[in-house]
Protein backbone atom coordinates (compact mmCIF):
# COMPACT_ATOMS: atom_id res chain seq x y z
CA UNK A 1 0.00 0.00 0.00
CA UNK A 2 1.37 3.49 -0.85
CA UNK A 3 2.03 5.79 1.54
CA UNK A 4 3.36 9.64 1.40
CA UNK A 5 3.43 10.76 5.11
CA UNK A 6 4.27 14.39 5.55
CA UNK A 7 5.78 15.59 8.93
CA UNK A 8 2.58 17.83 10.66
CA UNK A 9 -1.28 18.28 10.05
CA UNK A 10 -0.99 21.72 11.13
CA UNK A 11 0.90 23.73 11.45
CA UNK A 12 1.31 27.68 13.51
CA UNK A 13 4.30 30.24 12.52
CA UNK A 14 5.00 33.87 12.91
CA UNK A 15 5.95 35.97 9.82
CA UNK A 16 9.52 35.57 9.19
CA UNK A 17 10.23 32.16 10.36
CA UNK A 18 11.97 29.80 8.58
CA UNK A 19 9.60 26.44 7.81
CA UNK A 20 10.63 23.10 6.95
CA UNK A 21 7.34 20.87 5.42
CA UNK A 22 8.84 17.26 4.94
CA UNK A 23 7.50 14.79 2.68
CA UNK A 24 8.41 10.81 2.49
CA UNK A 25 7.22 8.36 0.97
CA UNK A 26 7.64 4.74 0.96
CA UNK A 27 7.18 3.34 -2.90
CA UNK A 28 10.52 4.26 -4.09
CA UNK A 29 8.88 6.91 -6.73
CA UNK A 30 11.27 8.74 -8.94
CA UNK A 31 8.83 12.27 -9.10
CA UNK A 32 7.74 13.69 -6.01
CA UNK A 33 5.91 17.01 -6.09
CA UNK A 34 4.51 19.97 -3.67
CA UNK A 35 1.47 21.57 -4.11
CA UNK A 36 -0.60 24.52 -2.29
CA UNK A 37 -4.40 24.23 -2.38
CA UNK A 38 -6.17 27.07 -1.74
CA UNK A 39 -10.22 28.10 -2.09
CA UNK A 40 -11.19 28.66 -5.90
CA UNK A 41 -7.43 28.16 -6.56
CA UNK A 42 -7.30 24.82 -7.08
CA UNK A 43 -4.23 22.84 -6.64
CA UNK A 44 -1.20 24.68 -7.66
CA UNK A 45 2.23 23.07 -7.86
CA UNK A 46 5.15 25.08 -6.26
CA UNK A 47 8.25 22.72 -6.85
CA UNK A 48 8.56 19.29 -8.26
CA UNK A 49 11.26 16.70 -8.70
CA UNK A 50 12.67 14.12 -11.00
CA UNK A 51 15.06 12.58 -8.67
CA UNK A 52 17.81 12.88 -5.79
CA UNK A 53 19.11 16.29 -6.02
CA UNK A 54 17.56 17.40 -9.11
CA UNK A 55 14.57 20.38 -9.00
CA UNK A 56 12.38 22.16 -10.95
CA UNK A 57 10.41 24.97 -10.82
CA UNK A 58 6.65 24.73 -11.27
CA UNK A 59 3.96 27.81 -11.50
CA UNK A 60 4.56 29.81 -8.15
CA UNK A 61 7.81 28.94 -6.86
CA UNK A 62 8.33 32.73 -5.35
CA UNK A 63 8.70 32.43 -1.94
CA UNK A 64 10.00 28.39 -1.68
CA UNK A 65 12.79 26.00 -1.93
CA UNK A 66 12.46 22.62 -1.90
CA UNK A 67 15.56 19.93 -1.24
CA UNK A 68 15.73 16.09 -1.86
CA UNK A 69 18.76 14.45 -0.72
CA UNK A 70 17.39 11.09 -0.98
CA UNK A 71 15.06 9.47 -2.90
CA UNK A 72 12.54 9.17 -0.69
CA UNK A 73 12.22 13.20 1.05
CA UNK A 74 11.70 15.95 -0.44
CA UNK A 75 11.53 19.13 1.98
CA UNK A 76 9.68 22.69 1.30
CA UNK A 77 11.40 25.27 2.86
CA UNK A 78 9.84 28.54 3.23
CA UNK A 79 12.70 30.73 3.69
CA UNK A 80 10.73 33.58 5.44
CA UNK A 81 7.45 32.83 5.88
CA UNK A 82 4.56 36.09 4.84
CA UNK A 83 0.93 35.91 5.88
CA UNK A 84 0.21 34.82 1.90
CA UNK A 85 1.55 31.98 2.25
CA UNK A 86 -0.93 30.50 4.95
CA UNK A 87 -2.29 27.52 2.87
CA UNK A 88 -2.92 23.63 2.64
CA UNK A 89 0.24 22.15 1.27
CA UNK A 90 0.02 18.74 -0.55
CA UNK A 91 3.15 16.49 -0.87
CA UNK A 92 2.71 13.80 -4.15
CA UNK A 93 4.54 11.33 -5.21
CA UNK A 94 4.80 9.11 -8.76
CA UNK A 95 7.13 6.66 -10.45
CA UNK A 96 6.89 6.83 -14.42
CA UNK A 97 4.16 4.05 -14.87
CA UNK A 98 2.09 5.10 -11.55
CA UNK A 99 -0.53 7.15 -10.15
CA UNK A 100 0.05 10.29 -8.56
CA UNK A 101 -0.36 9.56 -4.34
CA UNK A 102 -0.97 12.17 -2.31
CA UNK A 103 -0.18 13.06 1.33
CA UNK A 104 -2.49 14.05 4.17
CA UNK A 105 -1.54 17.55 3.54
CA UNK A 106 -0.10 20.22 6.20
CA UNK A 107 -2.20 23.01 7.11
CA UNK A 108 0.30 26.14 7.67
CA UNK A 109 -1.28 29.93 9.51
CA UNK A 110 1.30 32.14 9.68
CA UNK A 111 0.63 34.68 11.57
CA UNK B 1 -4.13 30.22 -19.13
CA UNK B 2 -6.07 27.40 -17.79
CA UNK B 3 -5.24 24.40 -19.38
CA UNK B 4 -7.84 22.28 -16.97
CA UNK B 5 -10.77 23.59 -16.41
CA UNK B 6 -13.80 22.16 -14.23
CA UNK B 7 -16.51 25.55 -14.83
CA UNK B 8 -18.49 24.56 -12.22
CA UNK B 9 -17.72 25.37 -8.46
CA UNK B 10 -20.49 23.35 -6.62
CA UNK B 11 -22.88 20.94 -7.53
CA UNK B 12 -25.66 19.87 -5.74
CA UNK B 13 -27.34 16.35 -5.95
CA UNK B 14 -30.21 14.39 -4.48
CA UNK B 15 -29.26 11.08 -2.58
CA UNK B 16 -29.92 7.73 -5.48
CA UNK B 17 -29.76 10.46 -7.96
CA UNK B 18 -26.72 10.65 -11.10
CA UNK B 19 -24.33 13.32 -10.12
CA UNK B 20 -22.36 14.49 -13.83
CA UNK B 21 -18.76 16.18 -13.25
CA UNK B 22 -17.45 18.06 -15.94
CA UNK B 23 -13.87 19.29 -16.89
CA UNK B 24 -12.64 20.67 -20.20
CA UNK B 25 -8.91 20.98 -21.48
CA UNK B 26 -6.96 22.99 -23.99
CA UNK B 27 -3.54 21.12 -24.46
CA UNK B 28 -3.79 18.14 -27.11
CA UNK B 29 -0.60 16.70 -26.26
CA UNK B 30 -2.41 15.60 -22.81
CA UNK B 31 -2.94 11.48 -23.12
CA UNK B 32 -4.26 10.68 -19.84
CA UNK B 33 -7.15 11.88 -17.35
CA UNK B 34 -7.30 11.39 -13.54
CA UNK B 35 -10.22 12.23 -11.21
CA UNK B 36 -9.27 12.75 -7.86
CA UNK B 37 -11.68 12.80 -5.11
CA UNK B 38 -11.22 15.22 -1.44
CA UNK B 39 -12.20 15.57 1.44
CA UNK B 40 -11.93 18.55 4.25
CA UNK B 41 -8.20 18.42 5.76
CA UNK B 42 -6.90 15.65 3.83
CA UNK B 43 -4.77 15.25 1.06
CA UNK B 44 -6.74 13.80 -2.16
CA UNK B 45 -6.89 10.06 -3.08
CA UNK B 46 -6.95 8.93 -6.52
CA UNK B 47 -10.48 7.67 -7.90
CA UNK B 48 -10.24 7.07 -11.29
CA UNK B 49 -8.79 7.16 -14.89
CA UNK B 50 -8.70 7.31 -18.38
CA UNK B 51 -6.42 6.90 -21.34
CA UNK B 52 -6.41 9.02 -24.47
CA UNK B 53 -7.12 5.76 -26.81
CA UNK B 54 -10.61 5.28 -24.63
CA UNK B 55 -13.80 6.97 -24.33
CA UNK B 56 -15.08 5.00 -21.80
CA UNK B 57 -13.68 3.65 -18.11
CA UNK B 58 -15.80 2.15 -15.36
CA UNK B 59 -15.24 1.20 -12.26
CA UNK B 60 -18.19 0.74 -9.91
CA UNK B 61 -20.57 3.44 -9.16
CA UNK B 62 -17.88 5.55 -10.99
CA UNK B 63 -17.39 6.45 -14.45
CA UNK B 64 -15.50 8.46 -16.62
CA UNK B 65 -16.59 9.42 -20.38
CA UNK B 66 -13.74 10.75 -22.81
CA UNK B 67 -14.67 13.11 -25.54
CA UNK B 68 -11.32 13.61 -27.58
CA UNK B 69 -12.91 15.77 -30.10
CA UNK B 70 -14.51 18.33 -27.87
CA UNK B 71 -11.88 18.08 -25.39
CA UNK B 72 -14.12 17.28 -22.74
CA UNK B 73 -14.41 14.41 -20.04
CA UNK B 74 -16.76 13.76 -17.46
CA UNK B 75 -17.07 11.68 -14.26
CA UNK B 76 -21.02 10.12 -13.75
CA UNK B 77 -21.69 9.06 -10.24
CA UNK B 78 -24.51 6.87 -10.09
CA UNK B 79 -26.35 6.38 -8.21
CA UNK B 80 -24.80 9.60 -5.54
CA UNK B 81 -24.21 8.78 -1.66
CA UNK B 82 -23.81 11.33 0.94
CA UNK B 83 -20.17 10.27 1.41
CA UNK B 84 -19.85 11.60 -2.18
CA UNK B 85 -19.92 14.51 -0.54
CA UNK B 86 -16.33 16.45 -1.68
CA UNK B 87 -13.66 17.95 -3.92
CA UNK B 88 -13.50 16.65 -7.18
CA UNK B 89 -10.00 17.23 -9.03
CA UNK B 90 -10.04 16.96 -13.06
CA UNK B 91 -6.09 16.23 -13.77
CA UNK B 92 -4.70 15.91 -16.90
CA UNK B 93 -0.83 14.24 -18.43
CA UNK B 94 1.19 13.29 -20.95
CA UNK B 95 3.79 10.23 -21.39
CA UNK B 96 6.54 12.90 -21.33
CA UNK B 97 6.47 12.83 -17.48
CA UNK B 98 5.90 16.63 -17.12
CA UNK B 99 3.48 17.18 -13.85
CA UNK B 100 -0.13 16.51 -13.86
CA UNK B 101 -2.22 19.75 -14.59
CA UNK B 102 -5.41 20.12 -12.42
CA UNK B 103 -8.45 21.76 -12.44
CA UNK B 104 -9.39 23.87 -9.77
CA UNK B 105 -12.58 21.50 -8.56
CA UNK B 106 -16.10 20.61 -8.37
CA UNK B 107 -17.62 20.63 -4.85
CA UNK B 108 -20.18 17.69 -4.61
CA UNK B 109 -23.03 17.89 -2.33
CA UNK B 110 -24.92 14.69 -2.25
CA UNK B 111 -28.50 15.91 -0.06
CA UNK B 112 -30.40 12.89 1.83
Known amino acids: DVKVTQSSRYLVKRTGEKVFLECVQDMDHENMFWYRQDPGLGLRLIYFSYDVKMKEKGDIPEGYSVSREKKERFSLILESASTNQTSMYLC??????????FGPGTRLTVL | DQQVKQNSPSLSVQEGRISILNCDYT??????FLWYKKYPAEGPTFLIS?????DKNEDGRFTVFLNKSAKHLSLHIVPSQPGDSAVYFC???????????FGKGTRLSVIA
Open chain 2, 27 to 32: NSMFDY
Open chain 1, 92 to 101: ASTSLTDTQY
Open chain 2, 91 to 101: AAGNSGNTPLV
Open chain 2, 50 to 54: ISSIK
